[in-house]
């Protein structure tokens, strides 16, 4: 399975971007994907997820309503939809997939990674 991440960009506080996930090397069908954020120094912390059918979506407490994941697997991509950028939103944006119903907020759950996009949200 490899994954690529997209859709990263500078953008000014309050401002919006749509992340994508596209997968390939197997049908999304059979994967459950989560979104990852690291930034500088900091550990790799979990974003959001959602599972192999769409049912059961987890966000991470920072979140806060700003964001959106959802997946379309007929073009076998996953999108997280991030409104209301602040400052400390600023981190490389990766997405993993797990061959299970469920995703998870452990990134040790996750068994296929992308490369990851660099989203800059300036003051």
């Known amino acids: 399975v490899q994954l690529q991440a997209s859709g990263g960009g500078l953008v000014e506080a309050g401002g919006s971007l749509r992340l994508s996930c596209a997968v390939s090397?197997?049908?999304?069908?059979?994967?459950?994907v989560g979104w990852f954020r690291q930034a500088p120094g900091k550990e790799r912390e979990f974003v959001a997820t959602?599972?192999?059918?769409?049912?059961?979506?987890r966000y991470g407490e920072f979140v806060k309503g700003r964001f959106t994941i959802s997946r379309d697997n007929a073009k076998n991509t996953v999108y997280l939809q991030m409104n209301s950028l602040k400052p400390e939103d600023t981190a490389v944006y990766y997405c993993a997939a797990r061959l299970a119903l469920l995703g998870s907020t452990k990134v040790n759950d996750y068994d296929y990674w992308g490369q990851g996009t660099q989203v800059t949200v300036s003051s």
């Open positions: 959602i599972s192999l059918s769409g049912g059961v979506i």
């Open positions: 090397g197997r049908a999304l069908s059979s994967c459950a």
